[in-house]
């Protein structure tokens, strides 16, 4: 992926998670140093690389765009987008993938079967599991809305 591509994922990311009325604090004790907004767009962001947490916090470092466009002074911490996941409610991923959709249908963009996978998102409440002997274990892989005929993946 070039950086201009980067650079449109995160801009398509960030409208569709503002759009999503996502509060921007958890509470009002929160430190303030990063939005709720912009870790779950950092994740999708990392997610959509495939890398790991420490990788993908080490590569946002070297990316001032990316960063300037999220208007972050710093690089939040790779436990911060970890913790950040556990904590976030299946119901907001629901309602981005619902935007996203949406967004795509008014570009002209034709999506007959969309599938929702949020299971690569480990810690998240409520999502998807398989059974393995009586217990449950997450599915590894993330895809917020699929295109299943044509495998258009966001």
Same mark, same amino acid.
């Given at each position: 992926?070039?950086?201009?591509?980067?650079?449109?994922?995160?801009?398509?990311?960030?409208?569709?998670?503002?759009?999503?009325? %996502?509060?921007?604090?958890?509470?009002?004790?929160?430190?303030?140093?990063?939005?709720?907004?912009?870790?779950?767009?950092?994740?999708? %962001?990392?997610?959509?690389?495939?890398?790991?947490?420490?990788?993908?916090?080490?590569?946002?470092?070297?990316?001032?765009?990316?960063?300037?466009?999220?208007?972050?002074?710093?690089?939040?911490?790779?436990?911060?987008?970890?913790?950040?996941?556990?904590?976030?409610?299946?119901?907001?991923?629901?309602?981005?993938?619902?935007?996203?959709?949406?967004?795509?249908?008014?570009?002209?963009?034709?999506?007959?079967?969309?599938?929702?996978?949020?299971?690569?998102?480990?810690?998240?409440?409520?999502?998807?599991?398989?059974?393995?002997?009586?217990?449950?274990?997450?599915?590894?892989?993330?895809?917020?809305?699929?295109?299943?005929?044509?495998?258009?993946?966001?």
């Amino acid at each position: 992926m070039s950086s201009s591509q980067y650079i449109r994922v995160t801009q398509a990311a960030l409208s569709a998670v503002k759009a999503s009325h %996502l509060p921007l604090y958890s509470c009002k004790y929160s430190k303030n140093t990063c939005t709720r907004h912009h870790l779950l767009v950092l994740l999708l %962001l990392k997610e959509r690389l495939r890398l790991d947490y420490r990788s993908f916090v080490d590569l946002l470092a070297v990316m001032p765009p990316i960063r300037d466009l999220l208007h972050l002074d710093r690089v939040p911490h790779y436990t911060t987008l970890h913790t950040f996941l556990q904590r976030i409610h299946s119901l907001w991923l629901t309602i981005l993938q619902k935007k996203i959709l949406s967004s795509a249908y008014q570009h002209g963009e034709v999506i007959r079967v969309a599938a929702l996978d949020a299971s690569g998102f480990t810690g998240a409440k409520d999502l998807s599991c398989m059974r393995k002997s009586g217990v449950r274990s997450p599915v590894s892989g993330v895809i917020l809305a699929s295109s299943a005929a044509s495998h258009i993946t966001v």
